[in-house]
């Protein structure tokens, strides 16, 4: 291997020693060299090594990569990202990375730009550009996860003139899977999987061979495009407008990139996080977790208050205090496992009753019962080792409590979520730490409630 103190070697370049991108850069190899490399690599690699370089060699390798290849590396960038990388280019280059890039990148893109931003590039583009009908879809609706850039054929088409259109137009089309199938006024009436079109000879149309899929509508939120995807298992989905004509399709890419990001979005409900971004300033982080945070220090607030109320019984019986981590962490466990059961069950195609909550109560009374008398004879032993005045009285109201908030805990964390679906409200929102703190606040009354009525009497002995 060359040393990093000296320039990389025409014959080490030749031999392909170290052709690492961000050595290549710190040795001021030429422009024409490190393009070479650059076109061996995969855009989504080239965005890895971006991340890391510095401001002055993000411009260089900016400027060396070609257009097409520069708008392929923004479209595997989170649309934020790449829409402040678009912003350092001029009016003119923005112009045409967006040609060159899939509509629905762009729009996700161009959708981040400020307002005065959006509309001064939207006003350079062509009217007849795809980009152009994506922007105007509120986020989140298939209309904005769409593309257009996809194969339309009519249902009188033969598959032999289907064919040459589609081997004539594939280096454009975003997805060559599917030939999607319409009526003489664009409406939709089926599709054509490639496969079957492969297999199929003249003199057939695209009518006899086609198959109808479920379709989306334009205006179909993300809920409804996860539903869908898990249910069907379809790769590229017609998208339709409300006169039932074809304006695009969400293709497999689209789809994956759907389900990950509601899946993150709804770990970040569950963890009251306003992002997972790894990558986020560290100061910035801390700003956005901390009125969270802020909220829930104050929902802990009775958690205190309720203790402070019980001071005279804790005095008294202090082995109270040692088992009351056990019984909030049991309640809280019991619940997270309830919401956990309830969100995948909303999620699925029969989704969940009052049966289910049914169901997860009664779970909730057995594995109680088990863990009641669990506690019930740890905490009796440990009553007698320290010598309290009535280990069994201690232990009953451990037991009890463990016991019932056991029960309860699965009921609230199943209708939280239930009730909010019903709602018609996102039932990730009902998130972990919240109801963590009702059942605590439950667990807590329910245990000093019963310590003070079995136990009263000892104070006052």
């Known amino acids: 291997m060359p040393s990093f103190s000296n320039k990389i070697t025409d014959e080490e370049l030749k031999d392909g020693v170290n052709m690492d991108i961000k050595d290549m850069l710190l040795n001021d190899v030429s422009d024409k060299d490190i393009l070479k490399a650059l076109e061996e690599m995969h855009s989504f690699d080239i965005v890895e090594i971006f991340k890391e370089l510095k401001p002055e060699y993000q411009e260089r390798l900016k400027q060396i990569l070609p257009t097409e290849q520069f708008a392929d590396v923004l479209s595997y960038l989170e649309p934020e990202h790449a829409a402040e990388l678009l912003q350092t280019q001029s009016l003119d280059e923005q112009v045409l990375v967006v040609q060159n890039l899939e509509p629905d990148d762009a729009a996700d893109i161009i959708n981040e730009f400020g307002k005065s931003e959006r509309l001064e590039l939207i006003n350079e583009l062509d009217t007849s550009d795809p980009v152009i009908n994506l922007i105007q879809y509120k986020e989140y609706t298939a209309g904005a996860y769409m593309n257009n850039d996809i194969l339309f054929v009519e249902g009188t088409n033969d598959v032999k003139d289907i064919t040459k259109k589609l081997i004539k137009s594939a280096a454009d089309l975003k997805s060559v899977k599917t030939i999607f199938v319409t009526d003489n006024e664009s ?98 982080s801390a700003l956005r977790r901390l009125p969270w945070l802020i909220i829930m220090m104050i929902l802990s607030i009775p958690l205190a208050l309720i203790t402070s109320n019980y001071e005279e019984i804790l005095t008294s019986v202090v082995i109270l205090a040692l088992f009351q981590p056990l019984l909030l962490d049991s309640g809280g466990n019991v619940a997270h496992q309830t919401l956990a059961v309830t969100l995948v069950g909303l999620t699925s195609k029969e989704g969940v009753s009052i049966k289910d ?56 964390g199943f209708l939280v979520p239930f009730i909010l679906s019903k709602l018609n409200f996102d039932p990730a929102s009902s998130s972990g730490p919240f109801i963590t703190t009702i059942i605590d606040v439950l667990c807590l009354v329910i245990y000093f409630g019963l310590a003070t009525l079995l136990l009263g009497g000892i104070i006052h002995a």
């Open 187 to 284: 409406k939709y009436i089926g599709q054509i999987a490639l496969k079957t079109l492969v297999r199929t000879k003249s003199p057939l149309t695209a009518q006899d061979i086609l198959k109808k899929e479920p379709v989306l509508n334009v205006f179909d939120d993300v809920d409804v495009i996860i539903k869908h995807m898990k249910y069907y298992g379809a790769y590229d989905v017609a998208v339709l407008n409300d006169d039932q004509k074809i304006v695009g399709a969400i293709t497999t890419d689209d789809l994956l990139d759907i389900y990950r990001d509601e899946a993150v979005e709804d770990i970040e409900k569950l963890s009251l996080l306003p992002d997972t971004d790894v990558k986020t300033n560290v100061f910035n």
């Open 357 to 412: 909550g049914l169901k997860e109560a009664l779970s909730g009374m057995i594995i109680g019962f088990a863990l009641g008398i669990l506690a019930f004879i740890a905490s009796y032993i440990l009553s007698d080792l320290m010598k309290v005045d009535s280990p069994l009285l201690v232990s009953i109201v451990v037991s009890l409590t463990i016991w019932i908030i056991v029960i309860l805990a699965p009921i609230i």
